[in-house]
């Protein structure tokens, strides 16, 4: 059975530094890896979705890699803003569901 | 484009009581869906999933229950609703290329 890891568990920044959230899986027979964030109360809005055939993707201040060999996933956050301040979720897709870390919360301090 | 939608918002049950919680999407025919719950401090646990109308899958044994009467409708249910039944409830679907879209989210408070 799929698992997945994410570390840390919480992070505290100044505004302006780049950070990266890491994301670990067991089983590299994954067919997608997503990137979600989640706001207090709030739903998970996709981040970033890197195909199993793909290395990484990008969007604006946000990198994502994938490493399929060895079960990890890179979230690459550049000059963060206090408005980044938020929980990360990585999930793995499989054949018909989609298994989730338990998510690193981030927070950005001005 | 898509949409999907989840009511109630919010809920406070008392222990013993039904439940009835519904997800919606639109802008997508025949979609995958899925329920998932996310307790306090803690990550998403699948539910169900659905690829099909009356097609339901469980991941886990529980007190709840899901149907697809429609090709776009997921409802969760309980007959008699359990204090550790309480949390966010998440309803997704997934479109190409298997890239998941979530609900808002229901948060059911059991007292």
């Known amino acids: 059975k799929q698992e997945v890891t994410q570390i840390p568990a919480a992070l505290s920044v100044p505004e302006g530094e780049n950070l990266v959230l890491n994301c670990s899986f067991t089983d590299s027979a994954i067919y997608n890896l997503q990137w979600f964030r989640q706001d207090p109360g709030k739903g998970l809005t996709s981040l970033l979705l890197i195909q199993s055939s793909q290395r990484e993707q990008t969007s604006g201040r946000l990198n994502a890699s994938l490493d399929k060999s060895s079960g990890r996933s890179t979230l690459y956050i550049a000059a963060s803003q206090p408005g980044d301040s938020a929980t990360y979720l990585c999930a793995v897709v499989g054949n018909n569901d989609m298994r989730f870390g338990a998510g690193t919360r981030l927070t950005v301090k001005p | 484009s898509q949409t999907i939608h989840q009511w109630p918002a919010t809920l406070v049950q008392p222990v013993g009581s039904p439940l009835s919680l519904e997800c919606t999407v639109e802008?997508?025919?025949?979609?995958?869906l899925y329920w998932y719950r996310q307790a306090a401090g803690r990550g998403l646990q699948l539910l169900f999933y659905?690829?099909?109308?009356?097609?339901i899958s469980s991941e886990v044994p529980q007190n709840l229950s899901a149907s697809r009467p429609q090709d776009r409708q997921f409802i969760l249910s309980s007959k008699k609703l359990l204090l550790s039944d309480s949390g966010f409830y998440l309803c997704?679907?997934?479109?190409?290329?298997?890239?998941?879209?979530f609900g808002p989210g229901t948060r059911l408070t059991v007292l």
């Open positions: 997704a679907w997934m479109g190409s290329p298997r890239e998941q879209f």
């Open positions: 802008g997508t025919s025949n979609p995958n």
């Open positions: 659905s690829v099909g109308i009356g097609q």
